[in-house]
């Protein structure tokens, strides 16, 4: 089974600070996402990346950047946290290349900025 | 601008019985829909899904149906079962952007014993 694994269950973190979350899968996939679930918005893509070093900006994007330095992990970084970060944060991936395919979550982290 | 909604937040259901979970989308360039269940503290896990050449697929206890006319897609859970209770997400894949992903708000659903 793919596995992605997220650093962090959950985070407290101060306004200003930077903060890093980070995400591992080890199935060996092209695409990686970064998604962050809200009550009442769903999910929606901050940023996605289909090959080492590619991203690219999703719906919601401003705040964040990312890193892919190698296949298997994506960075998510908030440069300087504020209390509209305060959210559940889920990595997926998938095998990349298709249609039809489907994206695997981690566990989420639950982010808060006080 | 939400382009997949699901209306309902919330919905219960007595063990054993019907569950349906609506879902409608309004662009009509998606061409592959995912149905994801997730429980509280864990990621969504992926559910069943349904193709545009499609309008039911079915799993088990799962069955997807899709209007594409209507635009609308629901899941029916028969029988449904306390473990069902979870909040399940539809999502919507585009024609032509295979990386991009749309997901409904969700719909809570509570099977009570």
């Known amino acids: 089974d793919v596995k992605v694994t997220q650093s962090s269950r959950y985070l407290v973190k101060r306004t200003g600070e930077k903060v890093f979350l980070e995400c591992v899968q080890d199935?060996?996939?092209?695409?990686m996402f970064w998604y962050r679930q809200d009550p009442g918005l769903g999910l929606r893509l901050i940023y996605f990346?289909?090959?080492?070093?590619?991203?690219e900006k999703g719906d919601i994007p401003e705040g964040y950047s990312v890193s892919r330095e190698k296949k298997e992990r994506f960075s998510l970084i908030l440069e300087s946290a504020s209390t509209n970060q305060t959210s559940m944060y889920l990595c997926?991936?998938?095998?990349?290349?298709?249609?039809?395919?489907?994206?695997?979550f981690g566990s989420g982290t639950q982010l808060s900025v006080l | 601008d939400q382009q997949v909604k699901q209306n309902s937040p919330s919905l219960s259901v007595q063990e054993g019985r019907i569950s349906i979970l609506n879902c409608d989308y309004t662009?009509?360039?998606?061409?592959?829909f995912l149905w994801y269940k997730k429980y509280p503290a864990e990621g969504p896990t992926f559910l069943i899904s349904?193709?545009?050449?499609?309008d039911k697929n079915e799993d088990g206890r799962f069955t997807v149906f899709l209007n594409k006319s209507a635009k609308h897609l629901s899941l029916h859970i028969v029988p449904s079962q306390p473990g069902d209770s979870a909040v399940y997400f539809c999502?919507?894949?585009?024609?032509?952007?295979?990386?991009?992903?749309?997901f409904g708000s969700g719909t809570k659903l509570n099977v009570k014993p």
């Open positions: 997926a991936s998938s095998p990349g290349g298709g249609f039809n395919e489907k994206l695997f």
């Open positions: 199935m060996d996939h092209e695409n």
């Open positions: 990346s289909y090959d080492v070093k590619m991203k």
């Open positions: 662009n009509s360039m998606f061409d592959y």
């Open positions: 349904i193709s545009s050449i499609k």
């Open positions: 999502a919507a894949q585009l024609k032509y952007n295979f990386n991009k992903f749309y």
